[in-house]
């Protein structure tokens, strides 16, 4: 339950990311085309996340300590982007277009993922 939660809360994200930052953009045909790509590219991005950002923070610790955590705004970037090209490579109608869409857009999936994460629980409380 708690993985499904997680994941509508991504996709969520995603569209407000679509909504706010210019070069950011999920081109269905119809509503649920939108809402089936939102929710794929969640998952892809979530995969992503999961797989390549704790390699990276042990690889590149020093780079974050050298830039006091800034380095990880552009792992972001860069991690979004890399959803980019395999929703691209899935024939998603997902596109990021450059580094600072990708920049901006991170940020703002991660702010609007942080704010619902504090509103939605991921389980019920166990009594």
């Keep these: 339950?708690?993985?499904?939660?997680?994941?509508?809360i991504t996709a969520v994200a995603l569209w407000v990311a679509t909504l706010i930052v210019p070069g950011v953009e999920v081109s269905g045909r119809n509503g649920g085309n939108t809402v089936f790509t939102l929710i794929v590219v969640a998952l892809v991005f979530g995969?992503?996340?999961?797989?390549?950002k704790p390699l990276i923070k042990v690889?590149?610790?020093?780079?974050y300590l050298l830039t006091?955590?800034?380095?990880?705004?552009?792992?972001?970037?860069l991690l979004f982007?890399?959803?980019?090209?395999i929703a691209g490579l899935l024939k998603l109608p997902f596109h990021v277009d450059g580094f600072w869409a990708a920049f901006w857009g991170a940020i703002v999936v991660s702010v609007v993922s942080w704010l619902i994460s504090v509103a939605v629980p991921d389980r019920l409380e166990e009594r």
Excluded: H, S
Aim: proline share 0%; charged share 5%; net charge neutral.
């Design 47 to 52: 995969v992503v996340n999961a797989v390549l």
């Design 59 to 63: 690889f590149g610790c020093v780079f």
């Design 1 to 8: 339950m708690g993985f499904l939660i997680r994941l509508a």
């Design 68 to 77: 006091l955590g800034l380095f990880a705004l552009v792992v972001n970037a």
């Design 81 to 85: 982007l890399l959803t980019d090209w």
